[in-house]
């Protein structure tokens, strides 16, 4: 089947190891999502050069993210959540200047994110990394361009500050930071994100009251979650926030 372009495969019952010969340089499109594959994404894949979408979510794969993935100048999606996948993320990655959906959530990598994700924010819209075990500061890269809606990243170890370059990303939806080692003080510079819905900030080191005042006349206009629990804040809760 080496003229096959598109792979659909997902919600069986399917076990084993994903063989190598399913990456060759015509298939663009593989989908094995939600069945029981076990083992090590194999570094084949660097040889799809016309891959686009490639979605391995909810199986057993364990070992590293091959680094071969960077190889690939086509590649835009990139579903891997719920595996085992352990390791950083590799920085070949900083390759994939087409990314537009990277969901990485649910598994055991660590290290920091690579400072090129926030570069990326001009065309990539999906960053969820949710639940693994990633460290260090949020990158603060995020361009005067950027196209992020959603970014998730509860469930690690990230401290430092918040980047005020988020605010650059004024589509976004969703920011979910919970559970983290963020400390800093309230983001109120984000009341200018009026698309956001989303905003989770609980279970961090954030400090200090919410009773700063900004220029924003009607802050958070669309938020319909808003959740900073387990945080050392302290004062009166804003009549704006109420």
């Not at 260090?136 to 500050?161: D, K």
Request: glycine share 6%; net charge negative; charged share 15%.
């Amino acid at each position: 089947m080496k003229m096959l372009s598109s792979l659909y495969l997902s919600n069986n019952a399917f076990t084993g190891n994903i063989p190598p010969e399913l990456f060759t340089t015509n298939i663009g499109y593989i989908y094995l999502s939600n069945n029981f594959f076990e083992g090590s994404i194999p570094p084949q894949i660097g040889r799809s050069i016309n891959l686009e979408h490639i979605s391995l979510a909810e199986n057993n794969l364990s070992g590293v993210l091959p680094p071969t993935i960077g190889n690939l100048p086509n590649l835009n999606y990139i579903i891997l959540h719920s595996n085992k996948l352990t390791g950083e993320i590799p920085s070949s990655i900083c390759n994939l200047t087409s990314l537009v959906f990277l969901h990485l959530s649910n598994n055991r990598l660590e290290g920091p994110i690579p400072q090129c994700l926030g570069n990326f924010s001009n065309s990539l819209e999906i960053l969820h990394l949710k639940e693994n075990h990633l460290h260090g500061p949020i990158p603060s890269t995020f361009p005067e361009v950027c196209r992020l809606e959603s970014l998730n990243l509860n469930g690690n170890q990230f401290g430092g500050m918040l980047p005020r370059t988020i605010s650059n990303c004024s589509q976004l939806q969703v920011v979910d930071l919970g559970n983290n080692e963020i400390q800093d003080t309230f983001p109120f510079w984000m009341e200018t994100l009026h698309q956001l819905r989303v905003l989770v900030l609980r279970s961090n080191k954030f400090y200090d009251t919410l009773s700063q005042s900004l220029s924003a006349n009607d802050p958070f206009p669309k938020l319909q979650v808003f959740d900073i629990a387990h945080n050392e804040f302290i004062g009166p809760l804003p009549h704006r926030y109420e």
